[in-house]
């Protein structure tokens, strides 16, 4: 099948999409972007995926590329046109074409626009959450306002790579005080022996998930015992689960940190229960056809 993306306005093959040399994303990371799961067609959350592209705008002062709605039609169009059931959508905003120059270019350069869809099978997926994960651990060398989903995502590629060359899934930043931050591209959670769910605050030290955002709100429908409050790696391992979230994993237990066991090395209990329940409280999006609903921005 012939897969298509969208660049600044034309819906193009995939193998011709391409941008400027001198758009900004290409050449000083400078540019937002956002992942959103799709499900059965449909866009899950996509609310509070628009939701955090706006602030994410708004604090690099990057204009909306169009009329948020128009960005939603745009988006359906592309999970339309390469048949995504399941997978996912990835939007990026940059802040233009211009000759290079670190400050900001003319105002009347306009944002750049680039829409992609692909398909991820689920049962991929599920099995790698049947089995768990395991994780690494790194010091955090990334910048202070990782809250905002840029594009530039040089530590995060490195730590990635660093993971999955120690046959990892994905590796945990540890901040000076020997906290977790988040992974590379999920946040963590550990289920303390005593059964509380603790995750770190959305401060400016984690990007604030779109995944993490709803199991909160899950896990406090639930009665369950929550605390959001920083873990250090000692306290993971000896945690009774440890888990790890983001639209594309859902909730993916973790099963081994540093080649340690988590608990008694198999997915937790906990974890297990909560990704269902997680897809139960998602927000998902009219089909393909329907036109979106007015983002709450
Ligand atoms: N933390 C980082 C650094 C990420 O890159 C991501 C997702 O890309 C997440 C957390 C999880 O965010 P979300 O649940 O919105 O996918």
């Not at 306005?9 to 400078?30: I, N």
């Not at 211009?98 to 680039?114: G, I």
């Not at 550990?190 to 604030?208: E, K, N």
Request: positive net charge; contains cysteine.
């Amino acid at each position: 099948m012939l897969r298509i993306a969208y660049v600044n306005g034309r819906y193009l093959p995939h193998a011709d999409a391409a941008v400027h040399v001198e758009d900004r994303g290409y050449q000083l990371g400078d540019g937002v972007y956002e992942v959103c799961e799709v499900s059965g067609g449909r866009l899950v959350d996509e609310r509070r995926h628009m939701a955090r592209l706006d602030r994410s705008l708004r604090e690099l002062r990057i204009r909306w590329p169009m009329a948020p709605v128009a960005l939603g039609v745009v988006v359906r169009e592309v999970v339309r046109r390469n048949r995504v059931v399941d997978g996912l959508v990835y939007l990026q905003v940059t802040r233009g074409v211009a000759p290079r120059d670190h400050a900001f270019p003319a105002a009347a350069v306009s944002p750049a626009l680039v829409v992609t869809a692909r398909s991820i099978p689920i049962a991929s997926r599920d099995a790698r959450a049947a089995k768990g994960v395991a994780v690494i651990t790194l010091p955090d060398n990334r910048w202070a306002r990782v809250d905002i989903k840029t594009i530039a995502l040089l530590p995060n590629v490195l730590a990635k790579q660093t993971a999955h060359e120690a046959g990892a899934f994905e590796a945990w930043f540890v901040d000076g005080e020997g906290f977790v931050t988040e992974g590379a591209s999920t946040n963590a959670w550990i289920v303390t022996t005593d059964g509380r769910l603790v995750t770190r605050p959305a401060d400016t030290g984690i990007l604030r998930g779109v995944t993490r955002t709803v199991l909160l709100e899950v896990a406090t429908g639930e009665g369950l015992r929550l605390e959001e409050r920083p873990f250090s790696v000692a306290e993971a391992l000896g945690a009774r689960e440890a888990f790890l979230t983001s639209a594309t994993t859902a909730v993916t237990p973790i099963v081994r940190i540093d080649g340690k066991n988590v608990g008694d090395g198999r997915p937790g209990p906990l974890a297990i229960r909560l990704r269902p329940a997680l897809r139960a409280a998602a927000e998902i999006a009219p089909a393909w056809s329907s036109p979106p609903s007015q983002p709450n921005i």
